[in-house]
């Protein structure tokens, strides 16, 4: 039988690729299927371009946020349009507003970032302990994740942020200390998955200790959800804490933050002032649609699902 030169070479070229495949690591292969992935790959640009601009504010714009320029140029700057001087315009204090959205942006991140992280760290290990050990242990920890839930998230958070007196550490950490169940949630249920597998078991045979089996065995082949769950809560946590300071129990002033300045900005709409809650609008919105398709496109790479 002749064998057809054409297809011997495409099957050699179909074994080479699927070798190179097989060498790689998840991460790599996540990472080379997020980037043919545009709308994730807009989302990463749009939170690098963020963190980039809310680490070199400095040298960005050559205001502070803080200086009331209605005392050195007087009322001309005082709800200034927008122009080449003020890009985003300035509030009725004279402040340039495009510098305190960049500043705002510093006070976004950190809260979104460090309460995720602390939602993280909590989730994680009660949701790793309740999948492996079950039983008891599981009914409680998942008693507690219940309860956590059966409460308005946004009321919970405003009622700890509400009775304690206000500041940033005590925001994000109220939020995180209430955030963490739906990680726990997710990572729960990976366990109760990867537990039955048989490097668990062989670890189990040779004598490995509980902490050693959860945290090297187990905990490392279920990182991938967590790391998507993680990054769409990051978005979720920058819209609340814009709720709170919208609300007034967030950010203080004069901390540029850009649910408060939405708040300020909102009475002078009808005026036709529309740039003052706009500008702080639209900054929540690319960062947040930054972090919901990062975290879409996360899903869709780190999903062993989808592999082809």
């Known amino acids: 039988m002749e064998t057809r030169p054409d297809l011997q070479k495409e099957t050699t070229v179909t074994k080479t690729k699927n070798k190179k495949r097989e060498g790689r690591s998840l991460w790599m292969d996540g990472w080379i299927r997020l980037k043919k992935n545009k709308l994730a790959m807009f989302g990463l640009y749009l939170v690098i371009i963020i963190v980039l601009a809310a680490l070199f504010a400095p040298f960005i714009t050559k205001y502070d946020p803080y200086t009331q320029l209605i005392w050195t140029e007087g009322r001309a700057a005082q709800l200034s349009p927008p122009s080449a001087k003020h890009w985003f315009g300035t509030d009725v204090y004279g402040r340039d507003i495009f510098t305190r959205v960049i500043y705002g942006a510093r006070i976004s991140l950190q809260i979104g970032i460090a309460s995720v992280l602390i939602s993280v760290l ?36 405003l009622a700890i942020v509400a009775y304690l007196p206000p500041s940033l550490i005590i925001m994000y950490v109220a939020i995180g200390v209430v955030n963490w169940a739906s990680i726990a949630r997710v990572v729960r249920g990976q366990v109760l998955s990867v537990k039955e597998k048989e490097y668990v078991e062989a670890a189990n045979a040779l ?14 082949n279920v990182l991938a959800p967590v790391i998507v769950q993680a990054t769409l809560r990051v978005g979720n946590v920058i819209m609340l ?14 901390e540029p933050s850009w649910g408060y300045m ?31 398709l990062l975290g879409d496109g996360l899903r869709d790479a780190l999903d062993p699902r989808l592999k082809q």
């Open 207 to 220: 004598g490995s200790s509980d902490f050693r089996v959860i945290f090297k065995h187990i905990l490392p």
């Open 241 to 254: 804490e814009a709720a709170l300071s919208f609300l007034g129990f967030g950010v203080q002033p004069p």
């Open 122 to 157: 909590i989730g994680v290990p009660l949701g790793a302990i309740a999948g492996y050990y079950g039983g008891l242990v599981d009914d409680v920890i998942s008693w507690l994740i219940n309860v956590i839930f059966a409460f308005p998230f946004l009321l919970f958070v």
């Open 262 to 292: 939405i708040n300020q900005g909102r009475q002078f709409l009808l005026a036709g002032k529309w740039w003052w809650s706009v500008f702080p609008g639209i900054a929540i919105m690319m960062l947040v649609l930054g972090f919901n």
